[in-house]
């Protein structure tokens, strides 16, 4: 799977749009990116995937630039409950099933 | 929600002995995957699972077996319990290629 990098922590208002940066590029062209958040001691929870194209959904929206290394991650309106571990992953496709691979991810910090 | 559950939620065992964690997968996903989660570590993926075969496996030893039943949940065994086994085991369950949604982990800790 391609290697992704992310920024080992960030911090943001409450309120205010959370970008998360991750730069993935060696992603080929039939690898998704994935987005799961983790808040402490709980399962990862899914929030978003894509391909080429950009992505919105109830949770955040995904931004993959046009040459596809790198991706953000947007959280609009970020609350107290966003605080949490975010890992962007690149995964394969493959007709036998398909791992995710994890770093060590984003600490991202919503402060009052 | 995501529709996985995983039993039990916490565990204490001694070095040596066996372990047998569960996972009831989201209705209609028939793939399971299992990982550990190391304290302060990004999970790392055990194995997976799909019609009730081993479907792919990380870098772990044949200590750490599975068991994939016909209703699609699943089992993680682990034998002789060492100390570093201590972590957060995940399970996630998706279609064969389709998004993952993980269950809220065991915390084993071996003593």
């Known amino acids: 799977d391609a290697k992704t990098t992310q920024p080992t922590s960030m911090d943001c208002a409450e309120g205010r749009a959370a970008n998360l940066p991750c730069n993935h590029s060696t992603i080929s062209g039939n690898e998704y990116v994935y987005w799961y958040r983790q808040i402490h001691s709980q399962g990862p929870q899914y929030i978003i995937h894509?391909?080429?194209n950009n992505e919105t959904n109830e949770m955040a929206s995904l931004i993959i630039t046009e040459d596809r290394k790198s991706s953000t991650l947007i959280l609009p309106h970020a609350t107290l409950r966003d605080t949490a571990v975010y890992y962007c992953i690149v995964r394969v496709e493959e007709t036998s099933g398909s791992r995710l691979t994890f770093g060590e991810g984003t600490q991202l910090t919503v402060n009052p | 929600e995501t529709g996985v559950t995983q039993s039990p939620t916490h565990l204490i065992k001694t070095r040596g002995q066996q372990v047998t964690l569960r996972c009831s997968s989201q209705?209609?996903?028939?793939?399971v995957s299992w990982y550990q989660q190391a304290l302060g570590q990004g999970p790392q993926f055990i194995f997976q699972?799909?019609?009730?075969?081993?479907?792919g496996r990380g870098n772990f030893p044949p200590r750490f077996s599975g068991l994939q039943f016909p209703n699609y949940s699943s089992e993680l065994n682990v034998n002789a319990l060492e100390l570093d086994d201590s972590a957060l085991y995940l399970c996630a369950s998706s279609l064969l290629r389709g998004t993952a949604f993980f269950g809220q982990g065991t915390r084993l800790t071996v003593v």
């Open positions: 209705s209609g996903h028939n793939t």
């Open positions: 699972y799909y019609r009730e075969e081993e479907n």
């Open positions: 894509g391909l080429k």
